[in-house]
Every structure is written in C-alpha cells, then in structure tokens.
C-alpha cells in the first residue's frame, strides 16, 4: 500500500494537430507531456487523471496515483487518436472540462482541479460559459497551462498544405478567471509547472490518499492478450485422458498394492 497527500488533477491534454508545432521544442505536444511529467515530480502526492481530447474527449486513464503509468499512457497521446477524415479533430476545451468534471465526480474528501494544456481556444462560446459554471458550482479550479508562443508563426504542414498555427490563449484564461483558477504560459524551465503546484497546494485539501500500487498497462500491448485466449481455448477443446491412451499411460499400482 501507498500513501501520500495531495490533489486529485484531471489532465485534459490537447491531442488536436496544431500541437505538433515547433515554436516550443521539440513540439507543442511533446512540451506538455514533459510538463505533465514535471508537475507530477514536483507535486509527488498527486493523482491524476489523463483525458486527451481534439474534437471530443477520450479517457485514457482514471485516477491513479502511478505515475510510472500515466508517463507511459502520455506517450500513446497524439493527434492519430482522434483522426480528421472522421471528423475528430478540432479543440473542443469546454466540452473536454465539463467531462473531466464527471470523472473527477467529487469523489473523497480530496481537493480537486482540472488541468488543461492547450495551444488553442474553443469557438463553442456556449460550451466553454457551461463548462465554468460546472466547475465554480463544484468548487473544482481550472487551471490552464498554455502550450505555445504567440510571438512566434510558425507554419505545419495540414492535409498537403501549409497552414499558420497560431496560438491563441483565451478559452484558458476564461476558464480560470471564472472558476478561481490560474492560467499561466508554458516556459523553457519548470518555473510554469513550479507555480501551478503551488497553487494547487494552497488552493486544495491535501488529504492523505492510499491504493494498492499497480502497473497499468498500456492499450497498445492489449493485443498479446489474443494469443493467450486462443491458448486456452484449444486447450479446453484437447481430448481427455480417456479418449487418447496410447498418449497417457496407464497408472501402475504400487508394488503390493492390488490393481
């Protein structure tokens, strides 16, 4: 068992293309990963909950105080989770928070906050105004990590043409302003994810938490479970002992036992 303090955090992390843009190093992407990672050493007690969304969220893990897991689970995070020729691409942040909410669900005693990292804003104005007045009812901050420069245009090749990713901030401070949260820009150090834990220690309960500590495995390695299943189903349809004697020999009684 494990125990620890902290805040329960639902990471809403912005998968949509735009990410991939290289005015933070290596990409936008990635920087929020490394982010997500950092907050976590820095915040030890933290359990958090990952939800990567484009056009619409997608749980990818709950709750969870592995952190060895959730690193994993960051990397499978990218833009082919929700893909354009379908329609799943976009940045639907207000539709991303008010789900994380439902997740978090008031869940214990411990203090909560949502999380999101994001390059750009939700046009759906009515959705983003919902999602604020989910969190202040329930008490739960949003706090926002800006992932990008707005000093920098820089280009990204989308469906064989090159497009301007801007970066645009302004769902993320509405979000924060109206819940009591906090909305900062992502830097080159951990100065960003430094402030953000800070404020989430003096912002939320830091009750103690305690679970059995697991290795989540990721869903990329689901499909070695197919070879085992069809294992144990030849097994079951093998012939018994009665049917093959020639391959089983008979059990011998024991010398002055009678047979």
Not at 60 to 84: I, K, N, S, V, W
Not at 101 to 111: F, S, T
Not at 126 to 145: I, S, T, W
Not at 238 to 247: M, V
Request: include cysteine; hydrophobic fraction near 45%.
């Amino acid at each position: 068992m494990h125990t620890a303090s902290g805040t329960d955090v639902a990471l809403v992390l912005d998968c949509s293309r735009s990410m991939m843009a290289t005015d933070l190093y290596p990409n936008r992407l990635e920087a929020a990963r490394r982010k997500a990672l950092a907050l976590l050493r820095l915040a030890p007690g933290t359990r958090m909950a990952l939800m990567p969304f484009a056009a619409l969220p997608v749980l990818r893990c709950p709750l969870t105080g592995d952190h060895q897991a959730l690193g994993e689970m960051l990397q499978d995070c990218t833009p082919e989770m929700f893909p354009a020729e379908f329609g799943y691409q976009g940045t639907a942040i207000g539709a991303a928070v008010s789900d994380a909410l439902r997740k978090l669900g008031g869940q214990g005693e411990r203090g909560q906050a949502v999380l999101v990292m994001s390059d750009g804003a939700d046009d759906d104005h009515a959705a983003v105004q919902r999602a604020a007045d989910e969190a202040k009812a329930a008490g739960v901050p949003v706090v926002g990590l800006f992932i990008g420069d707005p000093d920098k245009q820089v280009t990204l090749a989308i469906d064989g043409r090159d497009e301007v990713m801007s970066a645009d901030r302004s769902t993320l401070e509405k979000l924060a302003t109206e819940t009591e949260g906090l909305c900062v820009n992502a830097v080159l150090d951990d100065r960003d994810v430094q402030t953000i834990a800070e404020f989430l220690a003096a912002h939320t309960a830091q009750r103690p938490w305690e679970e059995r500590r697991r290795t989540v495995a990721s869903e990329r390695f689901q499909w070695l479970l197919v070879p085992a299943v069809l294992l144990l189903s030849l097994g079951a349809l093998l012939p018994t002992r009665r049917r093959l004697p020639a391959l089983v020999p008979p059990l011998r009684a024991a010398p002055g036992e009678r047979s």
